[in-house]
C-alpha cells in the first residue's frame, strides 16, 4: 500500500481457519504464493488442551488455496547446486498428536533448465519437559541457508535448509516471544518476549562448521555449508578430499572440491601443477582443463589460475577468449598477466593494468597507444606520480602535436606536475619554437612572480626568431615578471622601438629613442610620456625640440597640452619660451586656456596671441577670460599699441577701468573710441563715462549731446549721482523735464527733478503731495536737514513709519506724530513708541490722550489704540484713558468690551476699584469676568458677581474651594434649597472627612453618582451602618453590580448576616466571589463560608473551613475542587495540625504532580514528620500516575531515615528512579553497598569499581566486582584493582587477572608483578596468557622457571613460545649450576645459530650426543671437522665412530683418513670408508649410464623431421615445444592428448 490508498481484497478465509486467532502473514520474495496462519484450541480425549495449528496456502497465479495442518512457516529462495535459477521453497513446522515434522517443499514450477527441490521432512525435537511446546514462529536466514524455528516455550531449532538437518537446539526464554523478524546486521533474527526482553540469535560463521563437524560428527553437513557460505573451519576436511579424489584418480570431482572449498584454500599453485603433472587420457578433456573450466564456471580465477590458463591462450593466438573472460570478470588481472598480454595486444594489456591497478605500466601503455590525454587524469586518479619529463621526450620523439598536447595538460593545473623548464628544454632540443611558445603563452597565462625567468625565455627566443609574435606579446601584456631591461635591448635590435621605450627606465636610452617620432605612433608617444616622472618627461621635451623643432613640435605640443598638470605650465612655457617658439607657446596654451584659472596662463596666452597677429583671439580671451591679471593686462595692451583699441577698451570695461580708459582715449585723442565705446560696447557705462569728461574739462555741449544720443539705455541714478557729485545738477534739468514729459515713471527721474525744486524752493510740497513716482524715502532723506515739515509729508506718503518717528522725535513734532499713530493702527509701531526705553513716550502718551482720541470718531482707531497700551502694559494710563471713554458719557459708554477691559484692567492695576466697577457697571461677561476675579484671588468680589448674576452652583464652588467656609456654604444650599448645589456641598464635606454629613447631603440631593467616592471613605473610616444606607439609596436609583457587591460586604461588616443570607438568595448583580475574598481577607470566616457556598467555590470553601477548623470538611470540599493547588493548602493545614490521616487523603492528589513534589517533601521535612512523609510516598508507589519523581524522593528518605530499606527498594525500583539524584544521597549518606549497585545498573562501571575499592568491607563481593571490572572505560583501574586485590584478597588475584586479559596490557601486567615482588602469586596468570607469546610474559615465565629450577617447564616454554631476548637467557642458563639448565642453554645458542657457542658449551658440559647433534646441524664443515679433533684429543674414540655417522655429509673423507691413520684409529673410521667407497662408486655407474642416454637422444633428435607431423595444443604440449612455459614431467608412456580450453566456442578445434 503506498499513500493513501486502500487495503484491496486478494482472497477469502479459508474455513479451516474459523475460529482460529491469526497469528502470522507470510509471502514470498515475488508475492505470488501467500500464506495465512491461525492458532485454536483443541480438547482430546484425555482431557489435554492441544493447540492446532491451521494454514491456508494460496496461489496468486491460479488463485486458488490449499488448508494445511501447521504452526509456523516461511518461505525461502535457495539454489540448488547445479541450478541456474533459485528455487521457491515452502517450509512449514507442526506439532501433531503424533509428534513435531518439519517440512520443506519447492512451490510452483520450477524455473526452466533447473531441477526440482526434492521434499525433505525431519522429526522436531520436544524435550519432555514441554509435552504442550508448539512452533510459534519461523523465520529463514538467507545468508547461511538457516531455518530458525522458535516455539511457545522459548525453545529455538536450528535446521539447514537443503538438508532439513537440525543444527542446533536450545532454550533461550523462559517466556514466549511473541514476535520475531529478521535482523539484517547479523543476518540472524530478533525477537521480543512477554517480558519485553529483545532477544537476537544469529549464526558465529567462525564457529558453525567447527561445532558440525566436532559436536554433530556430520562432516558431510558441514562440508556442504562451508562450501555453500564459504565458511571457515572445514579445511582439513576439504584437503582430505581432495586429496582423496585425486589420488583415486576421480581428477574432475577433485576439481570441484578445490573450486568449492571455502576462503580459496585449495586454489594455489601447487594445486594448478598437481594438475599439470596428471596427463591427459587419449580421447578425454585433460584434468588441468577440467579444473579451470569449473572455475570459470563457478566464478573468477585468482590470479596464479589467471596466468596459467592465458599464458598458453596468447601462444595460440587466440585473443577473443581472453577478452571474452575479461568482459565476464572471470580472470583477476594482475601485473603479470599485463605483461604478458602486452606483447600481443597493448590495449588490452591497459585493459589489464587498469583493474589490477598497475600505474606505471597504465600510464606506459597510455603513451604508447596514444592516449595522452588520459595519463595525468589516471595518475591524479589514482595518485601515482610518474616521471613526466621521461614520458613527454618519448612522446615528443612519436608524435610531436600529441606532445604539445600531453605539454599543456602538465601544466594545467595550478601546481605544474613537472619543471616547466624542463619541459621548455624538450621542446628546444627539437627546435620547436612555435610550439614552445603556443605551449608557455598557456603555461604563464596567470602571471605569477616566480615565472619570470620563463617569461623572459619566452620573449627572448622569438624577438631572435619572430619579432612579430614578440610583439604581440609584449601588446598583450601578459607577462610583467621578466627582465625589462634585457628584453628593451632586445626589441631596439629587432626593431620595435615603441616596446624599447615601454622597457627602457633609463633616462640616457629614453631619450636616444624618443626624438625618432617618425618611427613612432604619436598617439602613443603621448601616452607613453605619461609613464615617466617630470624631470625625465621635461627632458625629453627638451631634446625632442633640439633634435627637429620642425618635426616634433607638434607632438611636443600634444604632450605638453596633455600633462600640463603633472609637467607644471611655468615649466612647460620656459622651455617654448627658451627655443623662442611663439608659436608653439600659442598653440599650447590654447588647448589649455579654457580650463585653465592660472592667470599666468592666461596673460601669456594674449601675449602670445599679440605676437603672432591673433587679434581675434586677445579680444575673446579679454572678454571672455576671468583668470587673468586686469591691470597687468591693460598696461600690456596700453604698451602694445595695437591697432585695433577694442582688446583694452573691453578689459577697461570688465574690470572698470572706464575713468582711466576715458583719460587714455581723450589724452591720445582717440575720441571717437569713447564714441563707439558709449554707443556700441557699453552705453550702461555712459554716467561714468560723464564724469570722466567732467575731470577733464570736456565741453557741456558735448557731454549734452552725448547724453541725447545715448537716450536712457543707462541708470539715471547713476548719471545723477556722477553730476552730483561734481555739484552739476542743474546741468541736467532740460533733459529732466523732458524725459517727465514724455511720460516717464522712473523714481530716478522724479527724485532727481524733486531735488531741483526743493533746492530752488519752487513749490515744493505741492510736488511732494501730488507726484506719484518719486522715492519717499530718498526725498525724505534729501528734506530733512533742509525741511523736516517737507520730510514729514514724503515720509508720510510713502509710510517711512520709523523715518517719520525720528523726524518727529528730532523735532518735538509730537501731535503730528500721535494724530499718524492713530491713523496707522499699526500695532508693531505702537508697540515700538511705547518701549520704556523710549524718552519721548510720555509727551507722546499725553498727546494721544489729548488731542488724537477727542478727534477720531472711528472705533477701530479706539480698539487699536486700547489694545496697544494693553500690550505695552501700561495699565494705569489704559485706566485713565478707558474712564475718559466709558466714564464720561461718550458714544462709547455701553460698549461690552470696553467694560470687561476697564474691570480687567483694574483686578491687574488697582484692585480696590474693582467691587465699585462691578457694582456700576451692568454690561460685561459676568462668568468669564468672574473666573478671572478667582485666578487673581479676588474671590469675594466672584461670589458677588455670581450672586448678582443668580448663578449659585458656581458661587457655592466659591465658598468651598476658594473661600473655605463650608458653614457659610451649608447655609447658602439652605437657602438656595437646590440639589446640585446639595451635590456640590456633599463633595467637599466628604473630602474634609465629614463622612456621616456628606451622607446625609448626598441623601438630601438624592445623589447616587459618587457611590465609588462615598464607599472608598466610608470604608476606610468604617462608617459601615451610614454606608448602607447610602447604598441602600443608590441601590434603588442604579442596580449598579458595584453597589450591590459592596451592600453585601457592608451587611458582612456589620455582621448582619441573616441580611447578608436574604440578599444573597434573591436576584442580584453582586460580585459574591469578590466579596467572599475580602471576607476572607479579613478572616471573616462565616460570612465567607456563606459566600463561598453560594457560589460553589469549594477550592476556597476548603481553606476556609481549614480555618474554621473543620478538617474533613476541608477535605471534602477539595475532593469536590480537584485542584491541586487547595489540595496542597488542605494538606499543610493538616500537617501543621497534626491530622497526618487527612494529610495523607490530600498528599496522595499531590505526588502524582512531579512538580509539587518537592514542596510538599520540604514541608513535611521541615517540621520533622519523616515517618509520616515516607508513608505517605509508600502509599503513593501503588498509584497509576505514580511517576519517577515519587520512587527517587523515597528512596532518597530511606537513604536519610531508613537505610535498612533502602536496598529492598532499589532492587524492585531501580529502573523508575533518578539514578543521578539517589547516587548523590547514597554518597551523602554512605550506603556503599546501595551506590554500587546503582552506578552498575547506570553503567558508569568505573565509579562502581572505585567504590568497591574504596569501600571493601560494605561493597566489595567478588563476583560482582569481577563482572563489573570487565565492563569499565578506564583500563588504569585494571592496575588499581590488581593492588587492591593485593592488599585485600591476594589469593584470588589470578581469578582476576584471567577475567582481565583480553583487555590487559600483559607487559605492563608482569611490570606492575615484578616491581612489587609478587611474580610467583600469578604463575597461573603467566601460564594461561602466554599462548599470546608476549616477550615480558615470557621472560617472567622462563625466570620463575629458573628460580624453581624446573628445567622440563623451561624447557617446554621456550619451545613453544620464542618471543623473548634468547642469547641473555642463554647466557645466564651457562652459568647455571645445575647441568640440564646448561644444556638449555646449549640448545638457545643453537636456535640463534650460534654453533660454536653451542657446541663448545656440549663440550664443557661433556654432553657428546648434544654436540655432535649439534654439529650435524650447523651445516659447517669447520664446527664438525673441530668436534672431531676434539674426540681425539680426548681419546674418545667411540664418540669420534658416532660423529662419523651423525655428521657424514659435512666431514671431508680424506681429513677423515689422515686423522684415522694418524691416530691408528682405523677400525673405528672403516664403515665410514666404506659407505664413501659405496657412494662414489654409485655416482660413477649412474654418469656413464646418463650420458649413454643422452647420446643416444641427441642421435634420434637428428633423425626427426624439422616439422611436427601432427598439430599439438601449446597447453598440454612438453616443456620443449613451450618457450617460457614451466617444465612439465611424463612418466614412462605419458604423453599429453589434445583437448578444448573452458570457456572456448562449440565446436572450435584449436589448431
Not at 1282 to 1306: A, S
Not at 1535 to 1551: E, K, L, R
Request: proline letters at 4%.
Amino acid at each position: 500500500m503506498e499513500g493513501d490508498s486502500q487495503p484491496q481484497k486478494v482472497f477469502e478465509r479459508h474455513s479451516s481457519l474459523a475460529g482460529c486467532q491469526i497469528i502470522h502473514y507470510r509471502t514470498d520474495v515475488k508475492q505470488q504464493w501467500l500464506l495465512l496462519i491461525g492458532i485454536s484450541a483443541q480438547v482430546g480425549d484425555t482431557q489435554t488442551n492441544r493447540v492446532v495449528g491451521a494454514m491456508q496456502l494460496y496461489s496468486v497465479e491460479r488463485k486458488v488455496s490449499q488448508p494445511i495442518e501447521g504452526h509456523a512457516a516461511a518461505f525461502a529462495q535457495f539454489t540448488i547446486p547445479g541450478n541456474a535459477s533459485p528455487s521457491t521453497l515452502f517450509c512449514f513446522a507442526v506439532r501433531g498428536a503424533q509428534g513435531g515434522k518439519l517440512h520443506v517443499i519447492e512451490v510452483g514450477q520450477p524455473a526452466q533448465g533447473n531441477q526440482p527441490f526434492p521434499k525433505k521432512a525431519t522429526d522436531v525435537f520436544f524435550p519432555p519437559e514441554a509435552q504442550n511446546d508448539f512452533p510459534v514462529a519461523m523465520q529463514v536466514g538467507q545468508k547461511y541457508d538457516v531455518i530458525y524455528l522458535i516455539t511457545k516455550y522459548g525453545y529455538i531449532h536450528l535446521y539447514d535448509i537443503e538438508t532439513a538437518t537440525c543444527i542446533y537446539m536450545n532454550r533461550i526464554s523462559g517466556d514466549t516471544i511473541f514476535v520475531t523478524a529478521p535482523h539484517d546486521a547479523s543476518s540472524g533474527i530478533i525477537g521480543v518476549n512477554r517480558k519485553g526482553q529483545v532477544l537476537s540469535v544469529s549464526v558465529e560463521e567462525d564457529s558453525i562448521v567447527q561445532y558440525i563437524t566436532t559436536t554433530l560428527q556430520n562432516p558431510d553437513l558441514a562440508l556442504r555449508i562451508a562450501s555453500r557460505n564459504n565458511l571457515p573451519g572445514a579445511e582439513e576436511l576439504f584437503v582430505r578430499k581432495f586429496n582423496t579424489l585425486f589420488q583415486g584418480g576421480q581428477y574432475s570431482d577433485a576439481a570441484k572440491v578445490a573450486a568449492g572449498a571455502p576462503k580459496g584454500i585449495l586454489r594455489t599453485p601447487q594445486t594448478i601443477q598437481r594438475f599439470q603433472q596428471v596427463p591427459a587420457q587419449q580421447g578425454q578433456t585433460s584434468p588441468l582443463l577440467q579444473y579451470f573450466g569449473i572455475l570459470l564456471d563457478q566464478g573468477q580465477l585468482n590470479k596464479y589460475e589467471s596466468l596459467e590458463l592465458c599464458r598458453p591462450v596468447l601462444q595460440q593466438g587466440r585473443k577473443q577468449l581472453l577478452e571474452k573472460w575479461l568482459k565476464e570478470d572471470k580472470l583477476e588481472c594482475s601485473e603479470e598477466l599485463g605483461d604478458l598480454v602486452k606483447v600481443v595486444d597493448p590495449t588490452l594489456a591497459l585493459s589489464v593494468y587498469l583493474r589490477a591497478n598497475v600505474p606505471s605500466k597504465v600510464i606506459q601503455c597510455f603513451a604508447e597507444t596514444g592516449q595522452t590525454q588520459k595519463i595525468v587524469l589516471y595518475a591524479k586518479k589514482v595518485g601515482y606520480t610518474p616521471d613526466y619529463i621521461f614520458l613527454l621526450r618519448s612522446i615528443m620523439r612519436i608524435n610531436p602535436d600529441q606532445g604539445t598536447q600531453f605539454a599543456q595538460m602538465l601544466v594545467k593545473d595550478d601546481e605544474p606536475l613537472a619543471d616547466i623548464n624542463q619541459i621548455v628544454d624538450v621542446f628546444m632540443e627539437s627546435n620547436m619554437v612555435q610550439q614552445c611558445t603556443a605551449f608557455l603563452l598557456e603555461a604563464l597565462s596567470k602571471n605569477r612572480p616566480q615565472e619570470g625567468p620563463l617569461q623572459t625565455r619566452l620573449l627572448e627566443m622569438n624577438l631572435m626568431y619572430a619579432p612579430q609574435v614578440a610583439d604581440a606579446i609584449l601588446g598583450n601584456q601578459m607577462f610583467t615578471h621578466y627582465d625589462r631591461a634585457h628584453i628593451a635591448q632586445l626589441c631596439e635590435k629587432a626593431g620595435l622601438l615603441q616596446r624599447a621605450l615601454e622597457h627602457y627606465t633609463d633616462l640616457y636610452d629614453i631619450k636616444r629613442a624618443v626624438v625618432h617620432t617618425h618611427l613612432l605612433n604619436p598617439e602613443w608617444l603621448v601616452n607613453y610620456f605619461g609613464s615617466l616622472s617630470v624631470e625625465d618627461s621635461l627632458e625629453c621635451i627638451k631634446a625632442m625640440l633640439q633634435s627637429n623643432i620642425r618635426q616634433n613640435l607638434q607632438v611636443c605640443v600634444q604632450i605638453a597640452t596633455k600633462y600640463h598638470e603633472q609637467l607644471t605650465t611655468q615649466a612647460l612655457i620656459e622651455i617654448f619660451e627658451s627655443f623662442k617658439s611663439f608659436e608653439g607657446l600659442f598653440y599650447f596654451l590654447g588647448s589649455i586656456v579654457n580650463f585653465s584659472q592660472d592667470a599666468e596662463v592666461h596673460f601669456k596666452y594674449i601675449q602670445a596671441a599679440c605676437k603672432t597677429g591673433q587679434i581675434k583671439e586677445v579680444e575673446r580671451i579679454c572678454r571672455e577670460s576671468n583668470c587673468y591679471n586686469p591691470e597687468r593686462v591693460k598696461n600690456f595692451l596700453k604698451e602694445a599699441k595695437l591697432t585695433d583699441q577694442l582688446p583694452l577698451i573691453i578689459v577697461c570695461d570688465r574690470f572698470d577701468y572706464v575713468h582711466d580708459l576715458v583719460l587714455y582715449l581723450y589724452r591720445n585723442n582717440l575720441q571717437k573710441y569713447i564714441e563707439i565705446y558709449v554707443q556700441k560696447v557699453n552705453p550702461s557705462r555712459l554716467p561714468v563715462v560723464v564724469g570722466g569728461l567732467l575731470d577733464v574739462d570736456c565741453g557741456e555741449d558735448a557731454i549734452k549731446q552725448l547724453i541725447l544720443v545715448i537716450r536712457g539705455q543707462f541708470s539715471t541714478d547713476e548719471l545723477v549721482a556722477e553730476v552730483e557729485k561734481r555739484n552739476r545738477l542743474k546741468l541736467l534739468l532740460p533733459w529732466l523735464e523732458m524725459r517727465i514729459h514724455e511720460g516717464s515713471v522712473e523714481p530716478a527721474t522724479h527724485n532727481a527733478l524733486a531735488k531741483i525744486y526743493i533746492d530752488s524752493n519752487n513749490n515744493p510740497e505741492r510736488f511732494l503731495r501730488e507726484n506719484q513716482y518719486y522715492d519717499s524715502k530718498v526725498v525724505g532723506k534729501y528734506c530733512e536737514k533742509r525741511d523736516p515739515h517737507l520730510a514729514c509729508v514724503a515720509y508720510e506718503r510713502g509710510h517711512c513709519d520709523f523715518e517719520l518717528i525720528n523726524v518727529c522725535n528730532e523735532n518735538s513734532l509730537f501731535k503730528s506724530e500721535a494724530r499718524y499713530l492713530v491713523r496707522r493702527r499699526d500695532a508693531e509701531l505702537w508697540a515700538h513708541v511705547l518701549q520704556e526705553d523710549n524718552e519721548y513716550r510720555s509727551q507722546l502718551i499725553d498727546q494721544v490722550v489729548q488731542t488724537a482720541l477727542s478727534e477720531t470718531q472711528d472705533p477701530e482707531d479706539i480698539s487699536v489704540t486700547v489694545k496697544a497700551f494693553m500690550t505695552a502694559d501700561l495699565p494705569n494710563e489704559l485706566i485713565e484713558l478707558l474712564e475718559k471713554i466709558v466714564l464720561d458719557n461718550s458714544m462709547f459708554s455701553d460698549h461690552r468690551n470696553l467694560q470687561n477691559l476697564l474691570i480687567l484692567t483694574a483686578i491687574k492695576a488697582d484692585r480696590t476699584r474693582v467691587m465699585e466697577y462691578i457694582n456700576r457697571l451692568d454690561n460685561y461677561d459676568a462668568p468669564d469676568i468672574a473666573n478671572i476675579a478667582i485666578s487673581s484671588e479676588l474671590y469675594e468680589e466672584a461670589f458677588a458677581i455670581f450672586r448678582k448674576f443668580e448663578v449659585n452652583t458656581s458661587a457655592i464652588q466659591v465658598l468651598i474651594d476658594h473661600i473655605n467656609n463650608l458653614d457659610r456654604a451649608y447655609e447658602f444650599a439652605e437657602k438656595c434649597n437646590e440639589p446640585a448645589v446639595w451635590s456640590q456641598l456633599a463633595r467637599a464635606q466628604l473630602s474634609n472627612g465629614m463622612v456621616k454629613e456628606a451622607i446625609d447631603s448626598y441623601i438630601k440631593a438624592d445623589d447616587p453618582s459618587q457611590y465609588m467616592e462615598v464607599v472608598n471613605v466610608a470604608s476606610k473610616s468604617n462608617n459601615w451602618e451610614d454606608l448602607v444606607k447610602y447604598l441602600q439609596m443608590a441601590r434603588k436609583k442604579a442596580r449598579e453590580t458595584f453597589i450591590e457587591t459592596e451592600l453585601v460586604f457592608a451587611y458582612a461588616m456589620t455582621n448582619r448576616l441573616a441580611d447578608l443570607e436574604e440578599f444573597i438568595s434573591g436576584p442580584n448583580h453582586a460580585a459574591i466571589t469578590q466579596v467572599a475574598d475580602r471576607c476572607f481577607d479579613n478572616k471573616m470566616y462565616e460570612a465567607a463560608k456563606l459566600l463561598y457556598n453560594n457560589v460553589s467555590n469549594f477550592a476556597r470553601l476548603a481553606i476556609t473551613l481549614v480555618h474554621l477548623g473543620e478538617y474533613q470538611g476541608a477535605v471534602d470540599s477539595a475532593r469536590k475542587a480537584n485542584s491541586t493547588k487547595t489540595w496542597k493548602e488542605v494538606c499543610f493545614a493538616c500537617v501543621d495540625n497534626e491530622e497526618f490521616r487527612l494529610a495523607q487523603m490530600c498528599g496522595l492528589h499531590i505526588v502524582v504532580h512531579a512538580d509539587e513534589l518537592e514542596e510538599l517533601i520540604n514541608y513535611y521535612q521541615d517540621r520533622g514528620y519523616f515517618e509520616e512523609l515516607i508513608s505517605l510516598l509508600e502509599a503513593a508507589l501503588g498509584l497509576e500516575r505514580a511517576h519517577m519523581g515519587i520512587f527517587t524522593e523515597l528512596a532518597i528518605l530511606y537513604s536519610k531515615y531508613k537505610p535498612g530499606k533502602m536496598r529492598e527498594h532499589l532492587e524492585l525500583f531501580w529502573s523508575r528512579v533518578n539514578i543521578p539524584k539517589v547516587l548523590r544521597a547514597a554518597d551523602q549518606a554512605h550506603l556503599w553497598a546501595e551506590l554500587v549497585f546503582l552506578y552498575d545498573k547506570y553503567e558508569e562501571f568505573d565509579n562502581a569499581i572505585i567504590t568497591m575499592m574504596n569501600h571493601p568491607t560494605d561493597a566489595w563481593k567478588e563476583s560482582h566486582f569481577k563482572d563489573v571490572v570487565t565492563k569499565v572505560a578506564n583500563i588504569e583501574l585494571y592496575y588499581k584493582a590488581l593492588q587492591f586485590y593485593l592488599d585485600y584478597k591476594p589469593l584470588l588475584l589470578n581469578d582476576l587477572l584471567l577475567v582481565l586479559t583480553p583487555r590487559m596490557d600483559h607487559t605492563r601486567a608482569v611490570t606492575f608483578f615484578r616491581k612489587v615482588g609478587q611474580i610467583p602469586l600469578v604463575k597461573p596468570y603467566l601460564r594461561a596468557v602466554q599462548n599470546n607469546n608476549n616477550k615480558a610474559i615470557n621472560e617472567a615465565l622462563n625466570n620463575l622457571l629458573i628460580e624453581e629450577e624446573d628445567y622440563q617447564g623451561l624447557r617446554a616454554s621456550i619451545d613453544a613460545f620464542d618471543n623473548f631476548d634468547n642469547i641473555a637467557l642463554a647466557q645466564r642458563l651457562e652459568k647455571h649450576e645445575l647441568i640440564e639448565f646448561r644444556r638449555i642453554g646449549a640448545y638457545l645458542y643453537k636456535g640463534n645459530n650460534r654453533w660454536k657457542q653451542s657446541v663448545d658449551l656440549c663440550k664443557k658440559d661433556r654432553l657428546f650426543k648434544d654436540a655432535m647433534l649439534y654439529a650435524s646441524e650447523s651445516r659447517n664443515i669447520d664446527i664438525a671437522e673441530e668436534l672431531i679433533a676434539w674426540f681425539l684429543e680426548d681419546k674418545n674414540y667411540e664418540c669420534f665412530a658416532a660423529s662419523l655417522f651423525q655428521c657424514y655429509d659435512l666431514l671431508r673423507p680424506d681429513v677423515i683418513l689422515e686423522l684415522s691413520w694418524r691416530h691408528n684409529i682405523m677400525d673405528f673410521a672403516m664403515p665410514y670408508m666404506i659407505q664413501v667407497m659405496r657412494e662414489y662408486t654409485s655416482k660413477v655407474d649412474k654418469l656413464e649410464q646418463s650420458d649413454a642416454v643422452r647420446s643416444e637422444e641427441e642421435q634420434k633428435a637428428t633423425d626427426k623431421p624439422l616439422v611436427f607431423s601432427e598439430p599439438q595444443l601449446m597447453l598440454t604440449a612438453g616443456p620443449s615445444s613451450m618457450p617460457g612455459m614451466p617444465g612439465q614431467m611424463y612418466g614412462p608412456g605419458m604423453y599429453p592428448v589434445q583437448g578444448s580450453y573452458p570457456g572456448a566456442m562449440p565446436g572450435y578445434m584449436p589448431m
